[in-house]
Every structure is written in C-alpha cells, then in structure tokens.
C-alpha cells in the first residue's frame, strides 16, 4: 500500500505522533473484500498478516501512525481539547480512481487524548460500526466505511467484561467541525488558515483562489450537510451524538456510536442512553446540524475579516438561509418516496399529512413508505393501505394521477428513495450477541448480505423486514468508550 501522509505535513500542532498498542492474540474477524479490492489490498496477504497489520501489531512500510488533535462541543458544552482518544490514523491511500482515503484504526490503544481511557474497543461496538457503516454505503447515504473488524483476544471493561477488538475505518477524511475549534479557540489563526486551507484543497479545489473562498467555504460545507441529513432523514437513521466532533467536514456519516434506525414514526425518538435531553431526536438533527454549522462559521469569522462584525455581516445570510435550504431538499426527497416528480406547493401539506398519520398511528416508518411503493402494482396491498391510511390514500393516488406521469415510471422513483429493509435494531443486537457469546459472525454475515441489497427482493430479505415485537419501546444503544 502507497501511504501518503499529507495530514502531518499541516505540522505537529495538529496531531500527536502515536504508535497503536500491540494486542495479544490477534484475529480477523469480518473483513470488506469489495472495498479492499478498491483499495487495492492484495488478498494473497492471507488473514494471519491481515489480522496483525489491521489490529496494529504490524506497521506497514510508509504508515506513520498519529492521533488527530481536535475539540468540540458536546451535548452544547465545549470541550477545548479531546481528540483522538482511541484511534490511530495510520496514513492515507489512494484506491483504484485515484480517490485519497484516510484508513483508521480504532479501539487500537491509549494515546494523548485519551483522559484516562483504556483507548479500547470492545467487539459489539465495532461489529455495529461495521454492519451499520456498510448498510448506510448500501442504502445511498453518505458515509466512512469499515474495512476491517479483528478482536484482540483481550478483554475490555465496560458495564461487563467483553471481548476486544479494533475496527479500521475507510474516510475522506477526519476532519471534523471540532478540528476548526480546536485552533480557533487558540487564537491560532494562522494554523486555522491552514487547516482551512487544506481542507479546500483536499474536498472544495474548486474554490482555491476564489477571492472569497472561506465564505464559499461555509456554503459548501453547508449544502453537504443538509444533503447528508436529508438521507439521514430519508431512510429512518438516528445518529444519536451529533456533537461538533462527530461531524465531518466531507458531509460523511462518522463516529457509529449510539446510533439507531426509527421504527414507528416519531421525531422525537431517541434512543442513545446519554442523550437524556433528546437533545439529537430523529427530528431535531436538521436544526442540530445548523447550530454545528454556526460554530464552524464563528471559527472562519478571523479568515473573513479583520473586523469581527463585519465578518458576522458576510456569514450570517449563509446561517440564517439554512433552514428554508434544508426544507426545499427535504420536501423534494419526501416528494419523491412519494412518487411526486415534480412538486406543487400544495405537495407540502400532503407530506406532512402523511407524516402526521403515521406519528399518530404508531406506523413503522421503512415498512409504510414500501408499502406505498408495492401498492402501486397490487391491488391486495392497495387495499391494506387504504384500510390503514384512510382518505389520504385515495388524496395521493388522485395526486399521481394529476401529474400524469406513468405508475410504473413513479413506481420505480420510489422505490429508488424507498427501501425494502433497514438495519433494524433487534437484527443488530442479535449479531452482537452471537459475536460477544461465541466468537462467531454467522448472524452479521447472513444480515449483511441482505442488507447489501436494500433495494433488492432477495430470498432472504423477508427474515430481516420485521419490525421489533415490543416497537423498541425499552430500547437504548450505548456510546462504547
């Protein structure tokens, strides 16, 4: 593997040289084979040597490893400094399109900024990261991605004593909202302009040497966080610890800790057990994202302007223009799982309706909007749905018949934004239990060949579609540190 290490080059105030804690009984338990390809990892490796150079007992030749220095507001506090507390960034590659990727290990011991933690990662933690990580790629949302899962044979102490292992994880990049912060709460603002800088050079080149590219900056980074929630958004996923440090500046979905998919409809779900407040509900993750988005502007205010206020002048419009944004994509995407394929303004109100149904009737989220989708071809359905949404069917059949446009054409639209499957909570944490009793990754596999084909009526996709027995009522995912 070609690592390049274009990160350190930034300078040692933005990492801690940091070298992962070997483990003593290493062993590959999942492994991405189509992503490795990508990355052109040579399979001849064999899982011995994969297990010790993906679990940090073996350097390969050009990686050099460093823990990332960032801070970040958590819960809305602000923590001036955290960092990479349990994770070693081993160096950057480049796959097959020439495309640059971060590879990561996490769980792979103590470094600087672990504040005491054991800087380890027990094996359901990883395994989640892992399965849900590759069902988001596979359901079109943006997303890091996990390469490689290999337990330690070691044991980690959390609420019990579990198995250990180390995740690598695939991204564009860490860079994080919380990276900005770090510097910003300095003072530091020449390091600011260079981290910004790069950060332009590394996901914006188009704006480098614009005049104005710092705010350009902002909006950019803006519009790939308003289309990262709408997918969220769109297929039912809870991220569950939105904090400035878990939000990337790519517009990938990173940091799989408490995360959860919705069920029955209801925006005010929560189900990570340290979000009391239910501060990252399902549906507060949009005005979430556009107070994260603030606390990025109030770091590039030195980078706008010399006086302060008129800084504030030329970013508030990008702020405050966030919400109406954020509404016009989200009524377009509700649109289309609705099969709308081009909106009126009356569109709105319908959505809403139906969304308002759906809280009110305790309706699963995923299985309603497949439904509607079937039921275009299916009288029986057509008539189940009719029976469970009431007059609104027949207000949104007349709507599809308004715009004229062929059911089979409309059928296909929804069903591109509409998936059969999700990664549902009870399948997850059956996988982990399998894994944590036994060792074994039978259950994880089975789950992640379905849930690699969302989209898709496989023979086995009807095992995975069920909604939990008790609507996850007493349901809590915990973060893992």
């Given at each position: 593997m070609n690592f390049s290490n274009s990160y350190r080059q930034l300078g040692s105030d933005f990492y801690e040289e940091s070298l992962p804690t070997p483990v003593l009984a290493p062993r590959l338990l999942l492994w991405n084979a189509p992503l490795a390809e990508q990355l052109m990892i040579p399979e001849e490796l064999g899982q011995a040597a994969l297990a010790q150079i993906f679990s940090g007992n073996q350097l390969l030749p050009g990686s050099e490893p460093i823990a990332m220095a960032y801070a970040g507001h958590q819960f809305g506090s602000f923590v001036p400094q955290l960092g990479d507390g349990r994770a070693h960034l081993l160096g950057e590659v480049f796959d097959k399109s020439g495309q640059r990727w971060d590879i990561q290990l996490k769980g792979s011991g103590?470094?600087?900024f672990s504040r005491g933690g054991d800087g380890r990662c027990a094996v359901g933690p990883a395994l989640r990261e892992f399965i849900m990580s590759e069902a988001m790629y596979a359901l079109g949302v943006p997303t890091s991605r996990c390469l490689a899962v290999v337990t330690s044979g070691e044991d980690v102490y959390r609420r019990s004593i579990l198995p250990g292992a180390i995740v690598t994880r695939i991204a564009s990049s860490h860079l994080r909202v919380g990276t900005f912060e770090f510097f910003a709460a300095r003072g530091e603002h020449e390091a600011l302009k260079r981290l910004c800088d790069y950060t332009i050079d590394r996901h914006f080149p188009?704006?480098?040497?614009?005049?104005?590219?710092?705010?350009?900056?902002?909006?950019?980074?803006?519009?790939?966080?308003?289309?990262?929630?709408?997918?969220?958004?769109?297929?039912?996923?809870?991220?569950?610890?939105?904090?400035?440090?878990?939000?990337?500046?790519?517009?990938?979905?990173?940091?799989?800790?408490?995360?959860?998919?919705?069920?029955?409809?209801?925006p005010h779900t929560v189900y990570s057990s340290i979000d009391i407040k239910k501060r990252y509900a399902f549906g507060n993750q949009s005005a979430i994202s556009q107070w994260n988005m603030t606390r990025l502007a109030e770091c590039l205010l030195p980078l706008i302007n010399a006086?302060?206020?008129?800084?504030?002048?030329?970013?508030?419009?990008?702020?405050?223009?966030?919400?109406?944004?954020?509404?016009?994509?989200?009524?377009?995407?509700?649109?289309?799982?609705?099969?709308?394929?081009?909106?009126?303004?009356?569109?709105?109100?319908?959505?809403?309706?139906?969304?308002?149904?759906?809280k009110i009737?305790?309706?699963?989220?995923?299985?309603?909007?497949?439904?509607?989708?079937?039921?275009?071809?299916?009288?029986?359905?057509?008539?189940?749905?009719?029976?469970?949404?009431?007059?609104?069917?027949?207000?949104?059949?007349?709507?599809?018949?308004?715009?004229?446009?062929?059911?089979?054409?409309?059928?296909?639209?929804?069903?591109?934004?509409?998936?059969?499957?999700?990664?549902?909570?009870?399948?997850?944490?059956?996988?982990?239990?399998?894994?944590?009793?036994?060792?074994?990754?039978?259950?994880?596999?089975?789950?992640?060949?379905?849930?690699?084909?969302?989209?898709?009526?496989?023979?086995?996709?009807?095992?995975?579609?069920?909604?939990?027995?008790?609507?996850?009522?007493?349901?809590?995912?915990?973060?893992g540190t």
């Open positions: 103590p470094t600087q188009e704006l480098q040497g614009a005049t104005d590219q710092y705010i350009r900056f902002l909006d950019r980074v803006i519009g790939r966080q308003i289309q990262l929630i709408t997918e969220w958004m769109r297929v039912g996923f809870i991220h569950g610890v939105m904090n400035t440090d878990n939000t990337s500046l790519a517009g990938e979905t990173i940091d799989y800790g408490p995360c959860a998919m919705l069920g029955a409809y209801d006086d302060r206020n008129r800084a504030i002048d030329q970013l508030n419009p990008l702020l405050i223009a966030y919400t109406d944004r954020f509404n016009r994509v989200y009524i377009k995407m509700m649109g289309k799982k609705l099969g709308l394929t081009s909106l009126q303004a009356k569109d709105e109100k319908l959505i809403i309706s139906l969304l308002d149904q759906l009737g305790k309706m699963d989220y995923t299985l309603t909007f497949d439904l509607l989708t079937k039921s275009l071809s299916s009288e029986p359905i057509a008539s189940q749905m009719r029976g469970q949404l009431g007059n609104y069917f027949d207000l949104w059949q007349r709507r599809l018949k308004e715009q004229g446009t062929d059911l089979q054409e409309v059928q296909t639209l929804m069903r591109q934004q509409n998936p059969l499957l999700i990664p549902r909570n009870h399948h997850i944490e059956a996988a982990i239990a399998e894994c944590e009793q036994t060792g074994r990754v039978n259950l994880a596999e089975k789950l992640l060949h379905v849930l690699r084909a969302p989209y898709e009526e496989l023979t086995e996709t009807h095992l995975y579609q069920d909604p939990p027995s008790d609507g996850d009522k007493n349901y809590q995912t915990f973060c």
